[in-house]
């Protein structure tokens, strides 16, 4: 197969995967409005029985933003009586996550990173989808210690409330002059970012961004922001 059919094919599969996702939220008469396509053919393109041609699926593709993004993202986060956010309808969602990776990277203009950098464990899959887009390679610091390891990297956060917590990261996961994008499902008070921007740090690594599919008011995103020159973004904001 050569690669121009190659990339065709990936082109149409992603244009049936943006329209799966926008229908778990919209009827085949909602989506053709919104699409300009008829809905005979939507359905087709949904439910696997023929792919869109590569001007049809350039179109649909072209037409998925971070606002279409955001808005599908904001649909399926929920919130606890006491307000805070679950997002595990997102976060176990791969082929969500798989289309936000590029709409992320183009929002950012980052560099291409060497590693995208996640905690554990609501970080990994965003960061998969990231480090997947990215060719590059996916590390995620834990709050325990793997037994076989020899040599970590540690970051140490207190909380006002006298908590303190530790992330460990494989030593070997980092090289100094790396370039690294800081990623995660979520930022509300900035401490685990502060925590991966501090292992970056030790590492020597370059930070080329810090990107979170969701920021929870402003004081994480200022805290992330005052610790590093690189951009910080995120999907969807909430106040």
């Known amino acids: 197969m050569s690669t121009n059919r190659v990339e065709k094919a990936s082109l149409q599969l992603q244009a049936v995967a943006v329209l799966r996702m926008l229908k778990e939220t919209?009827?085949?008469?909602?989506?053709?409005?919104?699409?300009?396509?008829?809905?005979?053919?939507?359905?087709?393109?949904?439910?696997?029985?023929?792919?869109?041609?590569?001007?049809?699926?350039?179109?649909?593709?072209?037409?998925?933003?971070?606002?279409?993004?955001?808005?599908?993202?904001?649909?399926?986060?929920?919130?606890?009586?006491?307000?805070?956010?679950?997002?595990?309808?997102?976060?176990?969602?791969?082929?969500?996550?798989?289309?936000?990776?590029?709409?992320a990277a183009e929002a950012l203009q980052v560099e291409r990173p060497d590693v995208v950098l996640t905690a554990a464990t609501d970080g990994i899959t965003l960061g998969a989808a990231m480090a997947s887009h990215f060719d590059a390679r996916l590390a995620y610091a834990k709050k325990s210690k793997e037994t076989a390891v020899e040599e970590f990297i540690e970051a140490r956060q207190r909380l006002a409330s006298g908590i303190e917590f530790t992330y460990y990261l494989p030593a070997r996961a980092l090289r100094p002059g790396q370039r690294?994008?800081?990623?995660?499902?979520?930022?509300?008070?900035?401490?685990?970012?502060?925590?991966?921007?501090?292992?970056?740090?030790?590492?020597?690594?370059?930070?080329?961004?810090?990107?979170?599919?969701?920021?929870?008011?402003?004081?994480?995103?200022?805290?992330?922001?005052?610790?590093?020159?690189?951009?910080?973004?995120?999907?969807?904001?909430?106040?």
């Open 180 to 239: 690294v994008l800081v990623v995660d499902d979520l930022i509300r008070s900035g401490e685990t970012q502060e925590l991966l921007l501090d292992i970056a740090g030790q590492a020597d690594a370059e930070v080329v961004g810090v990107f979170a599919l969701i920021t929870v008011g402003s004081v994480g995103v200022e805290s992330a922001r005052d610790l590093t020159d690189a951009p910080v973004d995120a999907l969807t904001h909430i106040e």
């Open 26 to 103: 919209r009827t085949y008469d909602e989506l053709a409005e919104e699409t300009g396509l008829p809905a005979g053919d939507l359905n087709r393109y949904v439910n696997g029985h023929v792919l869109p041609g590569e001007a049809r699926a350039r179109e649909v593709v072209a037409s998925i933003g971070q606002e279409t993004l955001a808005t599908e993202l904001e649909a399926r986060i929920r919130y606890d009586p006491e307000g805070y956010v679950d997002n595990s309808d997102v976060v176990f969602d791969q082929p969500f996550l798989n289309l936000v990776a590029p709409v």
